[in-house]
């Protein structure tokens, strides 16, 4: 990829993230309440906080208050579930937690995912063909909170080989799978229709002509040809995976980032919520940006604008 194509990509990529923590900060103060609506505290106090923390000022000031001090580095302190303690500190050491979940989950997810759908593809209507579909079918279906009771239920109730709660030993275990599950079953299907896809078109039939051995035809020029699908869709994965399952982690109780960006959101933590957007947002980016470089490595003639 060309030097000034990155640079156009990284602009575009730095203006998408401001967009984001604008529309957030703004949404996030249309929101009905304050942090400070819970708490056992005379309107007198509350007054006194909202003070402390700027939130009586306008919206507008708080705004751009807020856009000063993230240039400087400062996402400010937990008003409600960690009182006091820095917002970068929770995203580090939460994401830390979900990433060492994520980084297994995504393993899971490409080695089952990936091969299964090649199979499914270059078998395609025959009976492994029909029974991995139905398997995809009803991973992508069942909602993830539904694929974590019946784990629970199994594992945990039934045969007692599991703990349901994140840090005893093989409590990470049923996390990492409801986090495999869905983008295993899609990458099945997306890697199935990729292959198709490539099987279908006439440069292969040229490459047999030639002389190529089937195998060679196969695992070198169709498989190749339909990376860049899944390419497509593991740069997001990646980040979505790494940055924690909202589902997984509030179920199973894991200290990782999506549990702390729900209960952010039901506690208005205003910081705290700010903080795990705009993570979960530039990992976003920086995947898709990480993608488009991929591209021209998998497929030297593309180039991406």
């Known amino acids: 990829m060309k030097l000034h194509i990155i640079l156009k990509r990284i602009g575009f990529a730095l203006l998408s993230l401001f967009v984001i923590i604008t529309i957030t900060f703004f949404l996030m103060n249309i929101i009905p309440g304050d942090p400070f609506m819970s708490d056992r505290a005379t309107a007198e106090t509350r007054a006194q906080l909202m003070a402390k923390y700027g939130l009586d000022q306008p919206v507008y000031v708080q705004y751009f208050r807020y856009l000063i001090n993230l240039l400087h580095g400062d996402m400010g302190q937990s008003y409600v579930l960690q009182k006091g303690r820095d917002i970068t500190t929770i995203v580090v050491d939460s994401f ?5 979940l994520g980084i297994r989950a995504l393993i899971l997810a490409i080695v089952i995912g990936v091969p299964l759908g090649c199979i499914a593809g270059l078998f395609q209507n025959r009976a492994g063909d029909s029974a991995i579909r139905v398997f995809s079918a009803i991973g ?5 909170y539904v694929i974590a009771a019946i784990l629970m239920l199994i594992f945990a109730v039934n045969l007692k080989v599991l703990p349901v709660s994140y840090g005893k030993p093989g409590g990470e275990v049923m996390p990492i799978i409801v986090l495999a599950i869905g983008p295993t079953c899609y990458l099945i299907r997306l890697t199935r229709a990729s292959i198709l896809e490539v099987l279908g078109q006439d ?9 190529m051995s089937e ?5 070198v020029h169709a498989l190749k040809n339909s990376l860049i699908p899944i390419i497509t869709y593991i740069g997001p994965l990646t980040a979505s995976i790494l940055t924690g399952g909202f589902v997984a982690e509030s179920v199973f109780n894991v200290p990782g980032l999506g549990r702390y960006f729900v209960q952010a959101v039901s506690a208005r933590d205003y910081t705290l919520i700010m903080g795990t957007t705009i993570f979960y947002a530039a990992m976003i980016i920086l995947m898709n940006l990480v993608c488009d470089i991929l591209y021209t490595i998998v497929d030297p003639r593309m180039e991406v604008d």
Do not use: D, H, Q, W
């Open 96 to 100: 830390k937690v979900s990433m060492s």
């Open 140 to 144: 992508i279906s069942v909602p993830g």
């Open 203 to 211: 440069f292969l039939e040229t490459e047999r002509a030639k002389g």
């Open 215 to 219: 195998n060679r035809v196969i695992f």
